[in-house]
């Protein structure tokens, strides 16, 4: 049965507006625009503010407001030209409201609900109300916010999912828009809205938008679906579905590329008598999603029965596309499965069922769900991955012919939970930093702060602050954070908090001296009056 996310929430933590030394050159945009940062969900994030000091001296900012209303599960997106010019977060809620944060101080731009949200109901139903729990992605072409929302016309009798396409600088539903997911068949099977729920980060390929649905705690026959919607021309979508039942697309990752394929992992199917469906999977689609039933297309575990039989399914993680340039092959995903393993895959040749490249015991059975992160330093290739409810955990990628699973380096936390790392670095390969949130699990609290590691030892650079810098309803393996402009971004219930880095106080400019004029002075000619300086960008 995959794991029950409890109640999560939007949270910031926010840097310094004044760090001088992480201002991009002026022609250069910093956009977060899906989930993990990049199409491979690799999580790593590039800003030359996160110095290992300045990461250890992170202050709540008091100013920042943020609030928000309803639960969060999808991680926040940044655009540095929001709507006005602004620089813009973009948050979602359980509850369907869709928000236009300013980056800088947390108040509202617009905001907009995309439906009723969906009462819990029956006992399999753990998210009370259901309404958008996956994250979003922008299409800065377009300047569309594409997000997936289950609604209810009607109090709960009815049951829909609608993905929808919302300009990001009104807040307007798109035309030609949303997209009725019942509406979509796959060789006979029919999507069935009750039984289907959509927490995977959506995915865009060449100009294609992908949606992956799977279930509620893998109660009722349901198939996993992999959705595709031309983002212009919304009529022409198209889906996929597992031949088997079940073999949802559940892992909060969600859709990977390579900038023309979409990549998904499939959870545990049944009643396959012994004939494999399409679950445990990785799986490449061409463009549409259109799934070529090669070999060179998926990759299987030998052991896949055994797998679904157990419920030690694959998909409580999603691809992982991860470049090493000095192994062969160089072009690899990883997979992390329920069995507690890893898996080196050929990414230019999946394999079909087959064995990996390499596979290591990297954690317990039943833990391994959650979102990896990936980064290089100068000498390895890392993989960062939440071990368990509290362990932090890595392994190497060896750059040999093949390459293979190496020791990194392990956190445990104790009592702490942990939702999914992320990674900063101030030039790419430097100053590797990985980050945390202490989250809820279960019930069990966690100590709901932000913890920063070094990325080549695991040795603590951030452990949580002081007392203001304690953060409400993070929740589980979904919260994630995200890094723009010297600040980091994560995900709360209601509300946005931000954390700064201590304050640079910047050198005044000084009041020009007119330049004095010999006696007698001509009658004074009135000066213009300055225009208003534009609003910092953030940092």
Not at 246 to 260: E, M, N, R, T, Y
Not at 280 to 306: C, H, K, M
Not at 372 to 390: C, E, G, I, Q, W
Request: some cysteine; charged content about 15%.
């Amino acid at each position: 049965m995959k794991s029950r996310i409890s109640t999560s929430s939007l949270l910031i933590i926010g840097w310094c507006v004044a760090v001088l030394s992480a201002t991009p050159p002026a022609n250069a945009q910093v956009n977060v625009t899906q989930f993990h940062n990049h199409d491979s969900r690799d999580g790593l994030y590039i800003d030359s503010a996160f110095t290992r000091g300045a990461a250890a001296n992170l202050t709540r900012d008091l100013d920042f407001d943020g609030t928000i209303v309803g639960n969060v599960y999808a991680q926040p997106l940044y655009l540095d030209n929001g709507p006005g010019g602004r620089a813009t977060i973009i948050a979602v809620t359980e509850s369907n409201n869709v928000y236009a944060l300013d980056a800088l101080d947390g108040s509202i731009i617009w905001e907009r609900n995309v439906g009723d949200p969906v009462p819990a109901f029956g006992p399999c139903v753990i998210l009370d109300p259901l309404g958008i729990s996956g994250t979003p992605v922008v299409d800065l072409a377009s300047r569309s916010l594409l997000l997936a929302a289950m609604t209810t016309p009607d109090g709960g009798q009815t049951k829909k999912h609608f993905i929808i396409s919302l300009n990001v600088d009104t807040g307007d539903i798109n035309p030609g828009w949303p997209v009725d997911v019942e509406t979509v068949s796959y060789h006979g099977i029919n999507f069935t809205p009750v039984i289907q729920l959509q927490r995977a980060a959506l995915g865009i390929a060449d100009n294609i938008l992908y949606v992956g649905y799977a279930s509620f705690s893998d109660c009722s026959l349901y198939h996993g679906w992999l959705i595709g919607v031309p983002i212009d021309n919304p009529a022409g979508v198209m889906a996929w579905a597992t031949d088997a039942a079940k073999g949802g697309i559940w892992g909060v990752g969600g859709v990977a590329s390579d900038g023309k394929h979409p990549f998904v992992t499939t959870g545990n199917t049944t009643n396959t008598n012994g004939v494999w469906g399409g679950g445990e999977a990785v799986i490449r689609f061409q463009p549409g999603p259109i799934f070529s039933g090669l070999p060179v297309d998926y990759w299987v575990p030998t052991n896949w029965f055994d797998l679904d039989t157990t419920d030690l399914d694959l998909g409580g993680s999603g691809p992982l596309l991860v470049d090493v340039p000095d192994a062969t092959p160089s072009h690899l995903i990883v997979a992390l499965g329920k069995d507690g393993k890893a898996y080196l895959i050929n990414r230019d040749n999946l394999g079909g069922i087959s064995a990996a490249i390499a596979s290591a015991q990297v954690a317990g059975i039943q833990f391994l769900r959650q979102a990896a992160a990936a980064y290089r330093t100068n000498l390895d290739t890392y993989v960062a991955f939440r071990a368990d409810r509290s362990t932090l955990s890595t392994f190497r990628i060896t750059g040999t012919t093949p390459p293979n699973i190496a020791n990194g380096w392990t956190v445990n936390r104790g009592a702490g939970n942990c939702g999914s790392p992320f990674v900063t670095s101030t030039d790419g390969t430097n100053n590797m930093l990985v980050w945390v949130v202490g989250t809820e699990d279960r019930g069990i609290p966690g100590d709901q702060r932000l913890h920063g590691y070094d990325g080549e030892t695991g040795a603590v650079v951030y452990d949580g602050g002081g007392p203001n810098e304690l953060m409400a309803g993070t929740h589980n393996y979904s919260t994630t954070g995200i890094v723009a402009r010297g600040r980091v971004y994560v995900a709360g219930d209601n509300k946005v908090y931000a954390f700064a880095a201590p304050l640079l106080t910047p050198t005044p400019t000084p009041t020009p001296t007119p330049t004095p004029t010999p006696t007698p002075r001509p009658s004074p000619t009135p000066r213009p009056r300055p225009s208003a300086p534009p609003r910092p960008t953030p940092r």
